[in-house]
């Protein structure tokens, strides 16, 4: 995980002089994701479609590492919303359910105020997702191909619940397919009805704010890679406790 695989490039000036006004002032553009949290998106993106390919192949032994990756992503992912950079902590986005509700009405009334990082809606989605990845690659460990290949940990339990767990593992995949077509549906709903677009800044880092909100403050990059380093040594033990 490093910065120079997805530069930190601010916006060229002439982006920057087309800034919008408003009647306190010009709107400018802040840094307000990390290199680690957008690594951490787009290799997620990548894996879980690999699992998919890899699944439906029968690439089993490619499916099962991608499997790895994703556990030890979420697993890094989790600790970063605890101890990482101010946008990507759970207690400065996850909400009331109410804020939630009250936040797509005012996007239904194309009404939606800019954010920092997550909205109230859109953590929910985060946490959805998370928790959808984590039961998916953690079933993995325990499920099996019917013939002759089980996950590390399948020996852990009978037969009869590995390949309960099996179904399990197949059905939270339509149900991450749903969250996901979900998750891009609202981003388009967000170009559309509020002409925000939540994509660049989650490549670029840098998104466009109006006066007055400040910059989110950015955990060290450092602090990314031993946390990486914890998920990925956590991962690589559960998988030799069969």
Known sequence: ??????????????????????????????????????????????????????????????????????????GFRILWGLAGSETSRFSAFVRAPGAAIAHLRHVMKREGEPETGHNAAGAYMVLALLALLLFQTVSGLFSNDGLFTGGPLADLVSGEVSDQITVLHGLSFDLIVIAVALHVAAIIAYAVLLRQDLVRPMITGWKRLPPGIPAPRLAPLPLALVLAAIAAAAVFAITRLG
Do not use: C, Q
């Open 1 to 74: 995980m490093t910065e120079t695989l997805l530069r930190d490039a601010a916006p060229s000036p002439s982006a920057t002089a087309d800034a919008r006004s408003t009647k306190t002032g010009a709107w400018r553009w802040i840094k307000v994701w990390d290199a680690p949290t957008r690594l951490f998106h787009w290799a997620l993106v990548a894996l879980v479609v690999t699992s998919y390919v890899t699944a439906r192949n029968g690439w089993i032994d490619w499916h099962f590492y991608a499997g790895y990756a994703i556990l030890t992503l979420v």
